[in-house]
């Protein structure tokens, strides 16, 4: 059965030195701040600049955070997608072998693929390792030029794929792939804090976002209210976390948070790795501004 969820689970940055390797004691400094905090972690996706980092790197991220939730109720998902099929299954075994609770995977990206070729990746990469690790579809169509639909989740869903992180932002295939797939212990993870509050009204499970990183007590609050049925509170909350949302800039803002977790909370999480740099003074003096408005907020 795939882990149950409630509550924060930070898309987790990674600290980078100057040479662009990973800073690991920064990397478990930041997860051992978090994890009481959080239900658990999502590893070596976006916002952990996965995309840009060496497959030695990926395994040393995945590592680390492995070995400080050990003993812990935290859930790890980590992230495997990769444009290759041999890859993404060679990834998602390593992930099993560490004890990840979960293995996610994007559509194949980079190239252009039908339904039928997406659906056969994943269905090879259940086929690979779904008796060892819950495989999870990762759906984010803004970066892949792929989005799922409810039905292709639904068929998935039958052949042995465990759960959706949907970061499409269209509740309704949210609500379309809720619909479509008949197992209940299917996990439904919305990919942004955007839209937490209608997912779980919806019947999601969980959120992974970067804003978890940064403000997890707000989207714990989120759940809670829910959770509670208070739904004055509830809007109130995701209203709050949506104006933070846009604060953050357009795409995924990395550089943002190694600045806002520094300037908020004075834990040094490090560097960005390159192309992306650090916001320069300017921008910085922005995010203290944004902070400063919101330092009710943990």
């Not at 997912?199 to 940064?214: E, P, R, T």
């Not at 909370?265 to 400063?292: N, S």
């Amino acid at each position: 059965m795939s882990p149950k969820f409630h509550g924060a689970m930070p898309a987790l940055i990674t600290p980078f030195d100057e040479r662009g390797e990973v800073d690991v004691p920064k990397l478990r400094a930041f997860v051992q701040w978090l994890q009481p905090r959080v239900q658990g972690f999502y590893v070596c996706g976006s916002y952990g600049s996965q995309p840009l980092m060496r497959e030695d790197q990926c395994r040393l991220v995945a590592e680390t955070v492995m070995k400080e939730c050990q003993g812990k109720s935290t859930t790890v998902i980590v992230h495997v997608g990769h444009p290759s099929t041999d890859i993404t299954i060679e990834r998602a075994r390593y992930a099993a072998s560490i004890g990840a609770h979960g293995a996610a995977s994007l559509t194949p990206y980079y190239y252009l693929h039908g339904p039928q070729l997406i659906n056969d990746h994943f269905k090879a990469l259940i086929d690979a390792v779904g008796r060892d690790i819950p495989v999870y579809l990762y759906n984010n169509p803004k970066y892949t030029n792929y989005c799922v639909t409810g039905e292709q989740v639904g068929e998935l869903a039958a052949y042995g794929l465990r759960g959706l992180k949907d970061s499409s932002t269209s509740i309704q295939l949210f609500y379309n792939c809720i619909a479509a797939v008949k197992d209940p212990d299917f996990v439904f993870l919305v990919g942004s804090q955007t839209m937490l509050y209608p997912c779980l009204s919806a019947g999601g499970q969980g959120c992974v976002s970067g804003m978890s990183n940064l403000f997890p007590g707000l989207v714990n609050a989120i759940f809670d209210a829910a959770a509670a049925g208070d739904n004055k509170r509830a809007v109130a909350l995701q209203q709050e976390a949506n104006e933070l949302r846009h604060l953050t800039g357009t795409g995924i803002p990395v550089a943002f948070y190694h600045a806002a977790i520094k300037y908020r909370w004075g834990i040094d999480i490090g560097l960005p790795r390159r192309p992306l740099k650090p916001l320069d003074a300017q921008a910085e003096a922005r995010v203290r501004a944004t902070l400063d408005r919101f330092r009710h907020l943990t």
